[in-house]
């Protein structure tokens, strides 16, 4: 993990751990309450980078039951330098994942899934920025829908990443 004392300001206002964990700990929620199980720890390498990511996630479908490989593609321009992207955010996925473990935000099980152990409110989520509250918005819309696509390997596939 980087020292925050050579982060950026922005890096440290805008990707800090604490947030990222919660993100993840709603996309996790999501992800769990519709698929019966918990997020493969893989997809939550995909998520930060979706929901992060202003012009991805202004472009996210409203709805779950739109599929995510049809929207895909209907707007491939969404995978423009997602791998990149996602590439930079594998050290801040994993210091947030550490953080929301640490904090009791996150649970890691042995086969390697996340459960979230949070619940935002959103009495919570009205004390936050409108940027944040969409965050935590798409973020638990990213668990529907990737509890919706099926396997990991086809949520990967449709983002064009390769494990």
């Known amino acids: 993990m980087m020292d925050w004392r050579v982060r950026s300001p922005e890096e440290a206002a805008l990707l800090n751990p604490a947030f990222c964990a919660v993100l993840l700990a709603c996309c996790a929620h999501d992800y769990a309450r519709e ?72 649970t890691l099980n042995g086969e390697g899934a996340l459960s979230s152990n949070s619940r935002l409110s959103s009495s919570s989520l009205d004390a936050t920025t409108e940027e944040s509250r969409e965050c935590f918005l798409k973020a638990h819309f990213v668990g529907r829908w990737f509890a919706a696509t099926g396997s990991s390997a086809t949520a990967m596939s449709v983002w064009g990443v390769v494990p």
């Not at 012009?55 to 479908?61: A, I, M, N």
């Not at 409203?62 to 930079?88: H, L, N, P, Y």
């Not at 994993?94 to 009791?104: D, K, N, S």
């Open 35 to 106: 698929a019966n199980r918990p997020l493969p720890f893989v997809l939550a390498f995909l998520a930060l980078p979706i929901v992060l990511h202003k012009p991805t996630r202004d472009r996210l479908p409203r709805r779950k039951d739109s599929s995510m490989t049809t929207w895909m593609e209907q707007d491939s321009s969404a995978r423009i330098g997602f791998v990149e992207r996602a590439r930079s955010l594998v050290p801040l996925v994993r210091e947030a994942i550490l953080f929301g473990a640490q904090h009791g935000h996150l």
